[in-house]
């Protein structure tokens, strides 16, 4: 078999139902009560983010991605359905609510130059305000705490120094710029007296990023004030004021673990806020300032913690597995609100008691859909070829036992520095339910177990990390309920280029392959990505200068010969971070070869991010879905 390059032409499913989520469970969608899972389901499920809670503590407003359109929704009352702030065809997203409620100020690309700017709009509004408008883009808009101004990013085409930080009253006028770094600021946070903004310094670059603050009240280019020590070692971010402005609470992986620091406001040496081997993160303070909300990460699941800041004394908010996220306090003290997601239950608004209980503000499960017949994944430790403890986390089908074994799908994350987490994972659910069990490992460079195993696969990708999948995989397949003559592998991204890895170097092992925006030349990938890749190549590999035969050495094409797995591959038309025809297509011409089994999709546009982006193109996620399992039904 040829390869085949089908290209989707970017068009719009026709779905035959609508479904009104977010809220009351709405109309039954594809299916009957006490459905399983299926793609219509996942085109369905919105995807939430950019939680911000309104000053009355009672309202919600975030950013909901349903059926390719973006919005700004505000959540009240559990049995009704959100109301979307001035809807429009462009992409609206992370809210924030001015101090006095009445108001949401939000980003939007909805003008006809289809650049993200700030906009404002009363939550029962239609129409928005638009405050910004220029040849650039803007994000991360925050009001000051009196309601007079708005702080936010801006990325000017007449300057050269990427994302600075920007103010302009908020009832609009001449906005002015307040820094000019050379490198990228981020998550701009004005003090409680509104005099100054801390912010994150030297972002967006792959370098170690510190907290700066800058006076707010500037009239023009301020100098910004580095809050950390010259001798501070790290990584750090996500600065947070204390209620009484005197301190601020950061993340650095100082110690070697992400953890959460205090450092005085006016600078000074920074004390931890509590000594965990776990990856504490997203700091928020209490309205009184004596306690310190956070989310604790232990092999994959993100719970809420609260940690008294003297004296130090931590508690577990939340016990349930799954990911909580952007903790946030009601103005009481007395509830957490924050994100949550578990196996079986997508991404929803919670609010957590102090003194105990919890309820659900939005519902984004289709009601008729049965979280009974999805997977509770089981947490794997194996050992690899160094002894190293590595985890993962197995679905195995309902059915199956050792009567009736499963295929195996091995499921490298993208990345690499990322982490596989206990949360909503839709196409693991969907394979789940077909009958094949999915194997999710968190090799040697992942996130989320410390800074020396997330540094033990620099300059060594596709080696210890394919090293670990294949132990893992092993391990898996030992088990009488799965089988070990059926595995698949199907990575996305840095997945792809393990992907690609693992059927050149282990070529008996798995009897196909799903590889998707994958990169099989770092060498030509160094040369024909953009800025953001190539600062995060120097990181991960190096600079090309000097470390070329590493490169070349690294590179799944090297062993393009020995590829025998059947393989469907998808890429992007625009995909500027790994480009198609300089850094895909010389690899798949190699592997066009008579009697080899190749599909390739090239997929129209920037459609491509269908592949980790379900919500984003939900025609592009049918196409590539349904291709994925008919080479499965196939090949597995």
Not at 417 to 445: D, K
């Amino acid at each position: 078999m040829r390869a085949r390059r089908t290209f989707l032409v970017m068009e719009w499913l026709t779905l035959v139902w609508v479904g009104a989520t977010m809220g009351t469970a709405g109309a039954q969608g594809p299916g009957g009560p006490d459905s399983p899972l299926t793609i219509p389901h996942i085109l369905r499920l919105p995807a939430l983010a950019d939680l911000a809670l309104a000053p009355d503590g009672k309202r919600v407003a975030v950013s909901a991605l349903y059926l390719g359109v973006e919005s700004i929704l505000v959540l009240s009352d559990p049995d009704q359905p959100g109301k979307v702030v001035a809807a429009s065809e462009g992409r609206d997203r992370e809210p924030d609510w001015s101090p006095d409620g009445s108001q949401i100020a939000f980003v939007s690309d909805r003008d006809a130059s289809s650049r993200s700017h700030i906009f404002l709009a009363r939550p029962d509004d239609e129409e928005a305000r638009q405050l910004t408008d220029h040849q650039g883009e803007d994000k991360r808009p925050r009001f000051s705490p009196d309601g007079s101004h708005i702080a936010y990013l801006s990325r000017r085409l007449a300057t050269e120094t990427g994302w600075d930080l920007w103010i302009i009253p908020s009832t609009g006028g001449k906005a002015r710029r307040l820094t000019d770094d050379p490198l990228d600021e981020a998550d701009p946070r004005w003090s409680p007296d509104g005099k100054w903004i801390a912010y994150t310094l030297r972002a967006g670059h792959h370098v170690n990023r510190t907290v700066a603050v800058v006076a707010g009240s500037s009239e023009g280019l301020a100098e910004p004030r580095e809050v950390l020590p010259e001798s501070w070692q790290g990584d750090s971010h996500s600065a947070r004021w204390s209620p009484d402005g005197g301190k601020l609470a950061f993340v650095s992986d100082h110690g070697g673990v992400k953890n959460i620091f205090l450092v005085p406001a006016t600078g000074g040496e920074p004390e931890p806020l509590l000594q965990s081997e776990l990856e504490e993160t997203e700091p928020a303070w209490s309205p009184d300032g004596t306690e310190i909300a956070h989310i604790t990460n232990r092999e994959g699941n993100l719970r809420l913690t609260l940690t008294a800041v003297s004296p130090r004394k931590s508690r577990l908010l939340t016990l349930g597995s799954g990911v909580y996220a952007e903790p946030q306090w009601s103005p009481d003290g007395e509830t957490v609100v924050s994100f949550y997601e578990g196996p079986v239950y997508p991404r929803d608004v919670w609010f957590f008691n102090k003194g105990g209980g919890r309820s659900r503000l939005s519902e984004t499960l289709p009601p008729e859909v049965d979280p009974r017949q999805m997977i509770r994944p089981e947490l794997v430790r194996f050992q690899s070829f160094d002894d190293r403890t590595i985890t993962g986390f197995l679905y195995v089908p309902l059915d199956a036992s050792p009567e009736n074994p499963a295929s195996l799908i091995v499921r490298p994350h993208g990345g690499p520095t990322s982490q596989w987490r206990n949360g909503w994972h839709p196409f693991e659910q969907l394979l789940a339910q077909q009958g094949i069990a999915v194997f999710a490992p968190n090799v040697r460079g992942s996130s989320g177990f410390g800074l020396e195993f997330e540094n033990l696969n620099d300059r060594d990708w596709g080696r210890g990390d394919l090293e670990d999948l294949v132990a893992g995989t092993r391990t898996v397949v030992a088990r009488p309920e799965i089988r070990s003559d059926r595995i698949a592998i199907w990575g996305v991204s840095y997945g792809g280029f393990l992907t690609l890895a693992a059927i050149g170097r282990y070529p008996d092992l798995f009897v196909c392959a799903v590889e998707a925006v994958g990169m099989p030349d770092l060498e030509k990938l160094y040369r024909e990505t953009n800025q953001v890749g190539r600062n995060y190549l120097e990181r991960e590999i190096g600079p090309l200068r000097g470390n070329l035969s590493l490169y070349r050495e690294l590179s799944p094409v090297r062993n393009v010969e020995k590829i025998k797995t059947p393989l469907v591959t998808f890429h992007g038309q625009d995909y500027p971070l790994v480009p198609y025809t300089t850094t895909k297509l010389p690899f798949l011409r190699a592997l066009n070869r008579p009697n080899y089994p190749l599909m390739e999709y090239l997929i129209k546009g920037d459609h491509v991010q269908a592949t980790y982006r379900y919500a984003l193109y939900p025609g592009s996620t049918r196409f590539y879905l349904e291709k994925i399992l008919e080479f499965l039904l196939v090949y597995l």
